[in-house]
Each structure stands twice: as C-alpha cells, then as structure tokens.
C-alpha cells in the first residue's frame, strides 16, 4: 500500500508534470471507483491544475477548485504517460479504473490489481468534504508535530503502539509497511502498549517517526511513479524481509501473521529476544 512518503513523492511528481495544464479529459474504467455524484467527474474538464497536495495517504489535484482526491488503497497505483492512448478507455475492460486527460496529450490512469476493489475516487468542492479526509489525525511531518504533541497522542491511548500509528484518525500517513520500520529503528516491541510507554520509550519512538518517514521520502523524491513502487521496497529494512538477517544485530527477522496482513520485525532489537507468536498460536508478547 502507497504509505506517507510515496504518495508525497506522487503529489511532487504530479505537481510538476501537470504545472500550467488544462484537464480535457476524465474516463471512467470502472464506476465503483467513484465515491461521490456531485460535482459530477465532466466538472474537471476544461479546468487548469491550480495545485496538487497530499493529506495523509490521500492525492488531491486542486483543478480550478474543484478536487479529485484520490486513495489508492492497497493494490491501487497511478501509472503516467507523456502521450496518452487515444483511444476512450471501456468500462470493465482492463485493471485501469480512471484515467485523466491533460491538453498537452500526457495524462494517467489510476488502475488496481487483485479482486478487492478498495481504490477510491471523490470530485468534491473541498478536500474535507471526503470524510476519510476529515477524520484524519496530524500529519507527523508538520512543524506543530512536536514531542510534546505526539506524548500527548501516545498517553491518551491504551492500545498497541503499532496500532496507533497505523490509526490514520490518531496519525496521519503511516501504514502497516512504515510502522513495521519505525518500532525497528525505536527498539519497540509491536505490542507494546502506547500509553505504557516510558518518556525514554516516547522520545525513541517519536525520533524515529520522524527520521523514518523523512528519510523515505527523500529517498522518493524525484523518481517517477513507475520507480516507486520498487524503491519502497528496497529500503525496508524489515518490513517484507522475513527470514533475512536484520541490519542491526543480525539476528534473523520475523513475522506475526493475520488474517490479511502481517508485521516483520527482529526479537533482538525489539522484544529483548523473546519471539511473538502469531494468531496460529495466540500468544502475544506484551
């Protein structure tokens, strides 16, 4: 799933090829990927891209203010072209679910793999008139994203901490992949529970929030779309890696499963050597 740093790396990449253009198209591939009915998607045409911005893991291109918000879920991705096919683009007829037109023949389709169809499209007048947008919590890259403001988080909740920092109502951004990355590099164990957490454990975990994400997306910035993807994935340090020796102690790297997802992460660094048994055996380290 595009988390924090690829979906600013798309916004970037977006906002400088689409800079100065005017939308002449929008197709539908599939009519589930529209979540909304007013303004209708023929509202974008004609309309020059003021702006593209990000809120969470949400894309936003701001077209003479009218917004096409887009999430791209877990399978979901967006695939540019600098000269796009002329050809419409047929209702059920490939993975593509929407695909944008701009009047210097370049444009992009938004398209998502696998049987769950979770990709999401809004035309809205406001960014907050999508309601995953509106609930979303801070996004821990701003500046008023202080310690003092992320203890405050972590004190007011008793669940796992990975949990919280996958809440996009609590945090904005960080998904299963980047919080898997950030308790590695804060030596947290998954299940640890947040408001537990000491002040030593609080600033670890917030040092690392921010250096991880950060970094990430220094990492993505300037590559294009087709890139990112790949780069992601090679600089998981555990997430994905189960099996492989961990970067920091060489201990091997584990795995919790569940029922549609999983967590990577090393026992050495992490759990004081203990293993955490998976749902299989549901006994969990706390």
């Known amino acids: 799933m595009p988390e924090l740093p690829e979906v600013q790396a798309l916004a970037d990449f977006l906002r400088q090829r689409t800079d ?3 939308v002449t198209g929008v197709e539908l591939g599939s009519f589930h990927v529209l979540k909304t009915f007013t303004p209708p998607p023929e509202a974008l045409v004609g309309a020059p891209v003021d702006g593209v911005a990000r809120h969470g893991k949400f894309l936003d291109l701001d077209c003479g203010g009218t917004h096409l918000v887009v999430h791209l879920a877990r399978a979901g991705w967006l695939r540019w072209s600098d000269a796009m096919p002329s050809t419409v683009l047929r209702p059920g007829k490939s993975p ?29 007048h406001r960014p907050e008139d999508v309601p995953g947008v509106a609930s979303l919590g801070p996004d821990p890259l701003a500046d008023g994203f202080t310690e003092e403001v992320f203890a405050g988080i972590v004190g007011a909740h008793r669940m796992q901490v990975k949990g919280l920092l ?7 951004g960080v998904g299963n992949a980047y919080s898997d990355e950030i308790l590695h590099v804060a030596k947290l164990s998954p299940f640890a529970i947040a408001a537990s957490l000491d ?25 294009p779309a087709k890139e990112l993807k790949d780069a992601k994935r090679a600089g998981m340090r555990v997430h994905g890696r189960t099996g492989e020796p961990c970067p920091e102690c060489g201990d091997v790297v584990r795995e919790v499963s569940f029922a549609d997802s999983s967590l990577q992460y090393c026992a050495t660094c992490q759990t004081g050597g203990k293993p955490l048994a998976d749902r299989r055996t549901s006994k969990f380290l706390k």
Not at 166 to 172: E, K, T
Not at 204 to 222: D, F, H, K, P, Q
Request: glycine share 6%; aromatic share 6%.
């Open 199 to 223: 002040d030593a454990q609080v600033t670890r975990l917030y040092a690392a929030l921010r250096e991880t994400l950060a970094r990430a997306v220094a990492a993505a910035s300037g590559k």
């Open 20 to 22: 100065g253009l005017v």
């Open 96 to 124: 593509i679910a929407l695909r944008v037109r701009f009047d210097d023949a370049s444009g992009f389709d938004l398209t998502e793999a696998g049987t769950q169809k979770r990709l999401a499209a809004y035309v809205v």
């Open 166 to 172: 996958r809440d996009q109502s609590v945090i904005a």
